[in-house]
């Protein structure tokens, strides 16, 4: 069973940036689809950004142009790389793995975007 740990969450000013990464334990991580998903208060969880095992990103729009995905296969981990954060991206960022037709998810990290 594929485990995942996120880092790089915090508190940041509007304008600011954060990396967000995710390590994966397993050996499917080179042959996965990787995402990362957020879920504000209130609210449900939704794609942010997603990574194919050959590299194809794509972008949930209201984070076109501000956030970019990508991944290491060598070192089995995700990133997230956040600029121009806004506070409406304020949200519990979560890593998440395809395995077949099944997502599984990270514990969580939480990002707070202060004005």
């Known amino acids: 069973q594929v485990q995942l740990v996120e880092s790089g969450g915090g508190l940041v000013q509007a304008g600011g940036s954060l990396r967000l990464s995710c390590a994966a334990s397993?050996?499917?991580?080179?042959?996965?689809?990787m995402g990362w998903y957020r879920q504000a208060p209130g609210k449900q969880r939704e794609v942010v950004a997603l990574?194919?095992?050959?590299?194809?990103?794509s972008y949930a729009d209201p984070v076109k142009g501000r956030f970019t995905i990508s991944r290491d296969n060598a070192k089995n981990t995700v990133y997230l790389q956040m600029n121009n954060l806004k506070t409406e991206d304020t949200a519990i960022y979560f890593c998440?793995?395809?395995?077949?037709?099944?997502?599984?998810w990270g514990q969580g990290t939480q990002v707070t975007v202060t004005s």
């Open positions: 998440a793995i395809l395995v077949g037709q099944n997502w599984s």
């Open positions: 990574v194919g095992y050959g590299g194809t990103t």
């Open positions: 397993g050996s499917i991580f080179s042959r996965s689809t």
